[in-house]
């Protein structure tokens, strides 16, 4: 019985380090020289920001879905008509949901390491590839 207490005791911390760690992510959205700022609007026509890394592989660009929190990306696959923000100039973006060979290509270009997995919970990890819109 003692042991079923402190697993449970270790799974409640972890959780709460977790919802802790990706809370203050959500909050700051810390930015720096890799990030850029994706729009994305809802069903209502309410347009929403979220910094995000900025990924290349294979002379594309893409984004990643590295946590919980994902509107922007639901948003993103409702409507795929994205503007994105990266280093002071704004462009229009489709976005584009990667699969298969593709996304294992990207993945692999652009792993993440344990502790952040850790961190974040271990969520699934899905990549949009932003396409320029003529």
Known sequence: MRAVKIVAIIAIVYV?????FESLLGYFQPANQSTLVITTTN??????????????????????VNHWPRAWYTQALENP??????????????????????????????ATGLIFRM??????????????QS
């Open 16 to 20: 709460g380090i977790v919802v802790v």
């Open 43 to 64: 069903q209502d026509g309410v347009t929403n920001d979220r910094v995000l890394s900025r990924l290349e592989s294979a002379g594309q660009v893409y984004v990643a």
């Open 81 to 110: 008509n994205v503007v994105v923000t990266f280093n002071g100039e704004t462009s229009s973006f489709i976005a584009v949901p990667v699969t298969e060979e593709e996304h294992d290509r990207v993945n692999a270009d652009n």
């Open 119 to 132: 961190l974040t919970g271990f969520p699934p990890r899905y990549f949009v590839r932003l396409d320029p």
